[in-house]
């Protein structure tokens, strides 16, 4: 199976450029010419496997231009109990009302960004060694905070690979900061930008494009390549925990085979709500997918009205890996929901970057709205919904699963609709202890980070992630901050 851009059908390539390059060279994303699908007899494996059979059984349907023995290798070396804590990778806990928490942060960096990090740099040393003739790939990173480090944790010191990260300096947690600055390996660097996650997604896209810079990378016998979820390895991976959560329904009684569930997802950049999208292209029943945001809503407003408008204030929230008005994977739905029509899709991206703004057909914004709701909501109902959850279901979730929680809840009584629900809990609340604290009325303005993970300790009995709590002894690597025009001198400094 090839794949295809979003912006130019004449594009045929196999999974394993599409995974080196990142991008088209045009600028689109890369997509998979089908969707495959599975039989009756694949659910009825699936369900009694490992996770790491579920990965391999879906990975294998994408990465055709792997050997079985390769697919193998990448999952059974990424979803290990030494990165994932124990053999269940992508646990479910139970609330009420047919509400399962689908927990993603148990690998190294407490993000969901770990599920497929994990897995990317061993189907990145496959695919380079299929294609990229020996070249030292030089993977950039523009991150809103988890990201960066689940990147730089799955990169460090992986052979013939360096990696450059890129965060906005006002716009991360401080264990995300942390996280990031004191990063070890020698292959790494860090740098803080002077902007938002925009713009530092805006900065690496364009050193991408940038015919100048790849002539330049060749001549240092290097290529570039992107570890954000624009790079079809990072989305292949978040389809299986997807599956993975539905056959654990089915497994244990939640749910018969065949019944459909709804979705919920925190979305900043639609990666993660895009692999539910394919989850469900590949026969997994689906009622509703919904897409919850923060103040920075602008993907609510375009499912409501067609109109994408990143023309708005960019707001700071609780929730700050969703502070994101430019949704890069959107564009892979809008090819997918348009059937295909690169042209339509190239022209509204062009739109989107001249004027920051687009408005889909009717006829695509009516298949939108079939099977996508949206919502949004602010801080105060992030943090009151920290509370609620907490007292009355004793399960204490971090800030962006708050937001989903807090729109599904909304959703469902303004709807009625008790389908059985999985809501995609993407982050361990202790990377974003201040808001969680204060949310339960516990934070005190004189007490430093690790004090504020002791004190959220003490009042909930949630256990601290040992990865967070060693930071308290690292030494800071990284302090540099650049300005959003400086970013591409950034890299070749840190290549010299
Ligand atoms: C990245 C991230 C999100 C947003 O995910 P997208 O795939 O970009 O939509 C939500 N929550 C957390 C904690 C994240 O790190």
Redesign the pocket.
């Known amino acids: 199976m090839n794949y295809k851009s979003t912006r130019d059908s004449a594009v045929s390539v196999t999974a394993a450029e599409a995974i080196t390059r990142g991008l088209s060279a045009e600028g689109g994303l890369f997509v998979p010419e089908q969707l495959p699908k599975l039989t009756a007899t694949d659910w009825e494996q699936l369900r009694t496997q490992s996770y790491v059979e579920r990965a391999v059984t879906v990975l294998s349907r994408f990465l055709t231009d792997f050997t079985a023995k390769e697919v193998k290798d990448c999952a059974s070396s990424a979803y290990t109990v030494e990165h994932f804590g124990s053999t269940d990778t992508a646990p479910l806990y139970s609330l009420k009302n047919d509400t399962h928490i689908l927990e993603l942060?148990h690998g190294p960096t407490c993000?969901?960004?770990d599920m497929a990090l994990q897995i990317l740099p061993h189907l990145m040393r496959v695919s380079s060694q299929k294609t990229a003739d020996g070249k030292e790939i030089v993977i950039l990173v523009a991150?809103?905070?988890?990201?960066g480090k689940?990147a730089l944790e799955g990169f460090r010191d992986a052979p013939h690979t360096r990696i450059v990260v890129f965060y906005p300096e006002n716009g991360v947690s401080p264990m995300q900061k942390l996280q990031m600055t004191t990063q070890e390996g020698a292959n790494v660097g860090v740098c803080a930008i002077n902007g938002n996650f925009d713009d530092a997604q805006t900065g690496v896209k364009t050193i991408f494009t940038d015919r100048a810079v790849a002539e330049k990378m060749a001549q240092q016998g290097q290529m570039l390549s992107s570890a954000n979820?624009i790079n079809w390895g990072r989305l292949v991976p978040?389809i299986v925990y997807y599956i993975s959560a539905y056959c654990d329904l089915v497994r244990d009684g939640k749910i018969r085979q065949g019944d459909p569930i709804n979705v919920v997802?925190?979305?900043?950049?639609?990666?993660?709500?895009?692999?539910a999208y394919y989850a469900r292209c590949m026969g997994m029943p689906v009622g509703r997918l919904i897409c919850a945001s923060n103040c920075n809503n602008v993907l609510s407003d375009f499912i409501a009205t067609g109109t994408y408008d990143r023309n708005r204030a960019f707001h700071t929230t609780a929730?700050p890996?969703?502070d994101?008005l430019i949704?890069?994977?959107l564009e892979r739905l809008l090819y997918h929901l348009s059937g295909e029509d690169t042209a339509l899709v190239g022209k509204m991206m062009k739109e989107l970057q001249a004027n920051g703004t687009y408005t889909v057909p009717s006829s695509l914004l009516a298949s939108l709205q079939d099977l996508f709701t949206a919502g949004w909501c602010d801080d105060a109902s992030t943090l009151k919904e920290i509370r609620t959850t907490f007292e009355e279901e004793n399960y204490l979730c971090?800030?962006?699963?708050a937001?989903a929680k807090c729109v599904y809840r909304r959703y469902r009584e303004q709807t009625g609709d008790t389908t059985p629900t999985v809501i995609?809990s993407?982050?361990n609340p202790y990377?974003?202890s201040a808001s969680v604290l204060n949310a339960l009325g516990g934070e005190r303005a004189d007490q430093d980070e690790f004090e504020k993970v002791e004190t959220l300790h003490n009042l909930t009995g949630c256990p601290i992630p040992a990865s967070l709590l060693s930071l308290k002894n690292k030494t800071q690597r990284f302090t540099k901050v650049c300005e959003k025009a400086e970013m591409e001198k950034a890299v070749f400094e840190f290549l010299k």
């Not at 991150?143 to 990201?147: E, F, I, P």
């Not at 997802?265 to 692999?275: D, E, M, S």
């Not at 971090?398 to 699963?401: A, G, L, P, V």
């Open positions: 942060w993000a969901f960004k991150t809103s905070g988890d990201t689940a979820s978040q997802v925190p979305t900043g950049n639609f990666g993660n709500i895009l692999a929730s890996s969703m994101i949704s890069s994977n971090d800030t962006h699963t937001v995609a993407t982050a990377k974003f």
